[in-house]
């Protein structure tokens, strides 16, 4: 594949506020089609920390848009002087998992490579932090990123593809409409997560491998089969009443983390959902950002 640093868009700010620029970190060889990166930088040029964030969506939805607004995760980090890099990857089905977790790396690479000229980064103070299946390819750059990131932040992620809440019909979307197969394969659809976890057959379509028959090949990727003692610090935070990835997965990784000796730090949000989706989470998000911005301060040089 080819990498690019082709910026593509900018949108205006006053001097003394955020910009956000659009580049192409990696053109994918096999279609041509160019994978984007969107940098947000505090005002200045100093030399700053970079995130490199990655967004949710089971690894088959979602994309590299965040805001800035006034109480926002982004406007948190950015207060706190970091640029973050939001990208996007390839996504599931057209691709297998590989090709997702390359991309990751590859992004982490041009950061490091590219950001200093760019946009003015320390490529030695990378850190990597992503939501939901974000927070599970955040865990997952925690050791296949080299040099590793300096320290990591799961939000609702977690470091086991192959258990039985993905393998196993999900008692909690099987209270939807069932989604049959020709719904879930229809161009445009929307429904080929709701099948897959209606069916338990989440793992398969993202690997190729049944965690049934292959349990092994499971083995790298599953971040909490691949913890080591040279595991990047990391913090996990997680509601517990989450209803899309229990709140066990980070409870599991937690365990794991402190059985090899790995800092870390498990924020629990009681009664918490999968994700602050309304105002009645304003307040609890807030405190949780401050956490997340003190918890990247102690290991920012």
Same mark, same amino acid.
């Given at each position: 594949?080819?990498?690019?640093?082709?910026?593509?868009? =900018?949108?205006?700010?006053?001097?003394?506020?955020?910009?956000?620029?659009?580049?192409?970190?990696?053109?994918?060889?096999?279609?041509?089609?160019?994978?984007?990166?969107?940098?947000?930088?505090?005002?200045?040029?100093?030399?700053?920390?970079?995130?490199?964030?990655?967004?949710?969506?089971?690894?088959?939805?979602?994309?590299?848009?965040?805001?800035?607004?006034?109480?926002?995760?982004?406007?948190?980090?950015?207060?706190?002087?970091?640029?973050?890099?939001?990208?996007?990857?390839?996504?599931?089905?057209?691709?297998?998992?590989?090709?997702?977790?390359?991309?990751?790396?590859?992004?982490?690479?041009?950061?490091?490579?590219?950001?200093?000229?760019?946009?003015?980064?320390?490529?030695?103070?990378?850190?990597?932090?992503?939501?939901?299946?974000?927070?599970?390819?955040?865990?997952?750059?925690?050791?296949?990123?080299?040099?590793?990131?300096?320290?990591?932040?799961?939000?609702?992620?977690?470091?086991?593809?192959?258990?039985?809440?993905?393998?196993?019909?999900?008692?909690?979307?099987?209270?939807?409409?069932?989604?049959?197969?020709?719904?879930?394969?229809?161009?445009?659809?929307?429904?080929?997560?709701?099948?897959?976890?209606?069916?338990?057959?989440?793992?398969?379509?993202?690997?190729?491998?049944?965690?049934?028959?292959?349990?092994?090949?499971?083995?790298?990727?599953?971040?909490?089969?691949?913890? &080591?003692?040279?595991?990047?610090?990391? =913090?996990?935070?997680?509601?517990?009443?989450? &209803?899309?990835?229990?709140?066990? =997965?980070?409870?599991?990784?937690?365990?794991?983390?402190?059985?090899?000796?790995?800092?870390?730090?498990?924020?629990?949000?009681?009664?918490?959902?999968?994700?602050?989706?309304?105002?009645?989470?304003?307040?609890?998000?807030?405190?949780?950002?401050?956490?997340?911005?003190?918890?990247?301060?102690?290991?920012?040089?």
């Amino acid at each position: 594949m080819l990498l690019a640093a082709t910026a593509c868009s =900018l949108l205006p700010a006053a001097a003394d506020e955020p910009t956000v620029k659009t580049y192409t970190y990696k053109t994918v060889a096999a279609t041509g089609k160019g994978l984007e990166a969107d940098v947000h930088q505090p005002s200045g040029d100093a030399k700053r920390p970079v995130i490199v964030f990655i967004h949710g969506g089971a690894l088959m939805m979602g994309d590299r848009k965040m805001t800035p607004r006034p109480g926002s995760l982004l406007a948190a980090l950015l207060g706190a002087g970091y640029v973050v890099v939001s990208i996007d990857y390839r996504l599931a089905p057209l691709v297998k998992l590989p090709a997702i977790i390359e991309d990751v790396q590859d992004a982490c690479n041009w950061v490091r490579k590219s950001g200093p000229s760019l946009f003015h980064i320390d490529p030695e103070q990378l850190f990597v932090m992503g939501q939901s299946a974000g927070g599970y390819l955040t865990q997952m750059a925690g050791f296949v990123v080299q040099p590793r990131p300096r320290a990591l932040v799961s939000f609702w992620g977690y470091g086991d593809i192959a258990g039985e809440w993905y393998a196993r019909p999900d008692p909690f979307y099987c209270k939807q409409a069932l989604v049959t197969k020709e719904e879930a394969d229809r161009p445009g659809s929307g429904k080929l997560y709701l099948y897959c976890r209606q069916q338990g057959l989440w793992p398969k379509v993202l690997t190729g491998h049944d965690p049934d028959a292959e349990p092994r090949a499971f083995d790298p990727f599953c971040p909490v089969r691949n913890v &080591t003692k040279d595991y990047p610090p990391i =913090l996990l935070i997680h509601g517990t009443k989450d &209803t899309d990835v229990p709140y066990a =997965l980070s409870v599991q990784m937690d365990k794991e983390l402190t059985a090899k000796g790995v800092a870390h730090e498990f924020i629990t949000i009681p009664d918490g959902g999968h994700g602050f989706r309304s105002k009645v989470d304003a307040e609890v998000a807030a405190r949780t950002y401050r956490q997340v911005v003190e918890f990247l301060g102690r290991y920012r040089r």
